[in-house]
DNA sequence: AAAGGGCACAACCGCCGATAT
DNA sequence: AATATCGGCGGTTGTGCCCTT
């Protein structure tokens, strides 16, 4: 009949690990490496179930684990990539080195909902809350230049190649995904600032796509020789040159044109 | 200085697919 | 084939710390 159970519960500890059952664990694996959970604390002389050793390995004691405060860099990476994938926060985790499932899990509901709902964004759709999308483009504006008067026009584009601009292994989670619907949501989900120039900290456009198409929200008044140098505003005019607010414009073209200056930083 | 509230985070719970018996 | 556990995952909770009143 089946497996034998992973451990009797009765008499086990439960509650905080103390530095003593740290050591014990930690010495054990380092030791044996880990073959099966179910021996783990047997063979390791702890009180706990297998579980919970496999929980206190993986969100605290592995040496691979990054320390300390997450970076706002990382903090923009997981709201990229719960756009694409929602709660999944394993495969999160796993675009992220050193950083454990419950870490960003604790990161998203303690920080980051926060941070998207003062910016106006819901956290579960990444939509602006009252749906209006005008109003996202200028949040996302604020966030970087609150001095500049901006209007806005809208461009739809195709994006044959969009998805080459994502991280692959992020479009292979999609891709794998059976769900289309999901797989359509999350791929609509997808905002996106243009930044510009060698250090790309130029934020000079900001938009949105979706899995057949992406829209384009270009800064009419927006003046980037305010923010770049003349080369690089000289180029970035170029770019803006190709953008026909009343065509249809190949994201291949425009995008790869000025691949050494453009960067697209998904939001 | 004490009390209360909010926050951050570690740990637990329960579910599910894979797998051993 | 049926059954039961394992391992992994996401949601939730308990607790300690810090800040405010």
Redesign the pocket.
């Known amino acids: 009949?089946?497996?034998?159970?992973?451990?009797d519960?009765v008499g086990l500890?439960?509650?905080?690990?103390t530095i003593e059952e740290?050591h014990k664990l930690m010495s054990f694996i380092l030791n044996n490496g880990?073959?099966?959970?179910?021996?783990?604390p047997k063979l390791a002389g702890l009180l706990?179930?297998?579980?919970?050793c496999?929980?206190?390995w993986?969100?605290?004691l592995r040496p691979d684990l990054k320390r300390g405060?997450?970076t706002e860099d990382e903090e923009d990476q997981i709201i990229q990539l719960h756009s694409l994938?929602?709660?999944?926060?394993?495969?999160?985790?796993?675009h992220l080195p050193g950083r454990?499932?419950?870490?960003i899990?604790?990161?998203w509901?303690?920080?980051i909902k926060?941070r998207l709902k003062l910016l106006g964004l819901d956290p579960v759709t990444h939509k602006p809350i009252n749906g209006n999308h005008e109003e996202q483009v200028v949040t996302v504006d604020k966030k970087t230049d609150d001095q500049h008067e901006i209007k806005h026009s809208k461009l739809t584009v195709t994006s044959s190649s969009m998805e080459q601009e994502i991280d692959d292994n992020v479009m292979e989670e999609i891709r794998r995904t059976d769900d289309d619907d999901v797989k359509t949501q999350q791929v609509l989900n997808i905002d996106y600032q243009v930044l510009w120039g060698n250090n790309l900290n130029n934020v000079v456009a900001s938009g949105s796509c979706s899995a057949s198409s992406f829209s384009w929200e270009k800064s009419n008044n927006y003046n980037p020789s305010s923010v770049l140098s003349n080369d690089q505003s000289n180029s970035f005019q170029q770019w803006i040159d190709n953008v026909n607010v009343d065509s249809l414009l190949s994201w291949d073209y425009c995008f790869n044109q000025q691949e050494d200056n453009l960067f697209l930083h998904l939001d």
């Open positions: 009949m089946g497996r034998q159970p992973c451990c519960k500890k439960r509650g905080p690990w740290d880990i073959h099966c959970w179910r021996m783990v706990r179930c297998g579980k919970s496999r929980l206190r993986i969100n605290y405060a997450f994938l929602g709660n999944r926060w394993s495969k999160i985790a796993a454990t499932d419950n870490e899990k604790n990161q509901n303690t920080r926060k």
